[in-house]
């Protein structure tokens, strides 16, 4: 008797506290028959710091956290960067880790002013600053990674978008949104990409 007590308290202890296998597939899907089809990232191409053309194969079999921010940002964008550097630096040494930030403010943001930014943070090839189209990329923001980016000439920097980090799996799918401005959500993040690394 004492044994089943044992091993039930264990089951409950143990098995309450485990962290979830699997992270779950975020947006609205398409049922199919029996087939449920999650949104993807749609189809992208920016050009980098380094004058580079960036694409969804860019990051073939890999997982990545994508951002919205802009050099000119005088309030979220500081401790947005500040926070997905601390990711960073947990997985800088691992290739399958990379980070996508799109600049909402192309005009400004050019490709040697973000060449000067990324090199001002000692990052590595893994983290891309992208440029582009400035309705290509409000455009993918609100559609594709269903945050906010579009210009407010009342708001500081002339800017408005979401301050969220985006965690992408090599298939294309929204796997987390977490908070930019918050410790406790970048912890989250870090935790989250070990799962997903492990799927």
């Given at each position: 008797?004492?044994?089943?007590?044992?091993?039930?308290?264990?089951?409950?202890?143990?098995?309450?506290?485990?962290?979830?296998?699997?992270?779950?597939?975020?947006?609205?899907?398409?049922?199919?028959?029996?087939?449920?089809?999650?949104?993807?990232?749609?189809?992208?191409?920016?050009?980098?710091?380094?004058?580079?053309?960036?694409?969804?194969?860019?990051?073939?079999?890999?997982?990545?956290?994508?951002?919205?921010?802009?050099?000119?940002?005088?309030?979220?964008?500081?401790?947005?960067?500040?926070?997905?550097?601390?990711?960073?630096?947990?997985?800088?040494?691992?290739?399958?880790?990379?980070?996508?930030?799109?600049?909402?403010?192309?005009?400004?943001?050019?490709?040697?002013?973000?060449?000067?930014?990324?090199?001002s943070l000692s990052l590595n090839e893994n983290w891309h600053f992208v440029t582009g189209n400035k309705d290509s990329i409000f455009n993918i923001a609100t559609k594709s990674?269903?945050?906010?980016?579009?210009?407010?000439?009342?708001?500081?920097?002339?800017?408005?978008?979401?301050?969220?980090?985006?965690?992408?799996?090599?298939?294309?799918?929204?796997?987390?949104?977490?908070?930019?401005?918050?410790?406790?959500?970048?912890?989250?993040?870090?935790?989250?990409?070990?799962?997903?690394?492990?799927?």
């Amino acid at each position: 008797m004492k044994k089943i007590i044992w091993l039930l308290f264990l089951l409950i202890t143990f098995g309450c506290s485990q962290k979830p296998d699997r992270l779950p597939y975020l947006g609205n899907p398409i049922i199919k028959v029996n087939d449920t089809i999650y949104p993807t990232i749609m189809d992208f191409s920016f050009i980098n710091q380094d004058s580079v053309v960036i694409t969804n194969k860019t990051f073939e079999s890999k997982i990545y956290i994508a951002d919205f921010i802009f050099l000119s940002c005088p309030t979220i964008c500081p401790k947005m960067n500040f926070e997905l550097n601390k990711v960073y630096e947990v997985y800088k040494n691992n290739p399958k880790v990379n980070y996508l930030s799109h600049t909402i403010d192309p005009e400004r943001d050019s490709t040697s002013r973000l060449k000067d930014f990324k090199s001002s943070l000692s990052l590595n090839e893994n983290w891309h600053f992208v440029t582009g189209n400035k309705d290509s990329i409000f455009n993918i923001a609100t559609k594709s990674y269903f945050t906010t980016a579009y210009p407010d000439e009342n708001e500081p920097g002339g800017l408005v978008h979401g301050g969220g980090f985006l965690l992408v799996d090599k298939n294309k799918h929204i796997r987390g949104v977490y908070d930019g401005t918050n410790p406790e959500e970048t912890k989250r993040l870090i935790n989250d990409i070990k799962i997903l690394l492990d799927e």
